[in-house]
């Protein structure tokens, strides 16, 4: 009887054990939770796909293969979607590929949807302001006081502000409440600021600069150096916020890089085409 009991023990631990090591949501493993990103094998515009790799890219799959215009994939919080746009319009799909949906309509152009940290709207780049949508796509609304030239989209905070970044009427990184109220600009250097980026604990920012990449506290100050590259874009947290992956351009390439925050190197994430970039890492371990 104790034997068959230990055995029934041992079975269930292993159960478990191959359950938790499949429940990854975005699949790519091999010591990483995913990188969503966008690929183009052929070099020409419209031709983009959504893929996921993981962080040394030896895992590799594709995620939505339709070709088209595709920008700026972010994970939804819990990991199970991932947001983008065409341009035009914003959508999600799940991890596995499945269940691609249109949230958007009308025209004019939509980019850089950014999720809230509940998982339930997201906020992005509409025709020159921001915006916000559920993600069952209902209750569109344009936020007050956002209006302005935007370079990248949002980057939604744990308390609830948005972070952004516009040239116009002024140049530099702002902060703005979900419902368009307390907007404030943080910073106004000297390089251009795009695609600011909050971390996972909602302490730290991840700016893009034509100067190359920074990191900076909430309010903007106490900036340190990562990159000093203009051709480094696109920052992306790590779930432990060690680390940032990022898209670097060549002459004839764009490859995604990882820096590590520690010591400032940086890591290549194998390529298997010309055009790789737009990272957004998923923040599920």
């Known amino acids: 009887m104790r034997f068959f009991m230990r055995r029934s023990v041992i079975i269930l631990a292993a159960t478990v054990v191959v359950a938790l090591a499949c429940r990854n949501p975005g699949e790519p493993s091999a010591r990483s939770t995913p990188i969503v990103y ?62 691609l949906k249109q949230l958007t309509s009308g025209t004019g152009q939509r980019s850089g949807p950014a999720w809230s940290r509940d998982g339930s709207r997201l906020a992005f780049v509409n025709a020159g302001g921001l915006a916000v949508i559920d993600t069952d796509g209902a209750n569109f609304r344009l936020l007050p006081n956002t209006e302005g030239t935007y370079t990248g989209g949002p980057s939604w905070s744990p308390d609830g502000y948005l972070v952004f970044a516009r040239v116009f009427p002024k140049n530099g990184i702002w902060r703005v409440r979900a419902d368009g109220t307390d907007l404030k600009q943080l910073t106004s250097g000297v390089c251009n600021e795009l695609n600011p ?56 390439f764009l490859e995604l890089r990882i820096v590590n925050l520690e010591d400032g190197s940086t890591t290549q994430v194998a390529r298997t085409g010309p055009i790789e970039w737009q990272p957004d890492w998923n923040q599920v371990p």
């Not at 983009?48 to 890219?57: A, I, K, S």
């Not at 309010?219 to 670097?248: C, E, M």
């Open 197 to 252: 980026r909050w971390s996972p604990d909602g302490l730290r920012l991840a700016i893009q600069t034509s100067c190359g990449l920074v990191i900076a506290d909430a309010s903007g100050l106490n900036r340190r150096q990562l990159t000093t590259s203009s051709v480094d874009a696109s920052p992306s947290w790590a779930p432990d916020g060690r680390r940032i992956v990022f898209h670097r351009s060549g002459t004839t």
């Open 38 to 99: 966008v690929r183009n094998q052929t070099n020409r515009m419209g031709e983009d796909e959504l893929y996921l790799t993981n962080e040394d890219g030896s895992v590799k799959r594709p995620l939505v293969t339709q070709l088209g215009y595709k920008l700026r994939p972010t994970w939804s919080p819990d990991g199970r979607r991932v947001a983008f746009s065409d341009e035009s319009h914003i959508f999600i799909v799940n991890a596995d590929g499945s269940g």
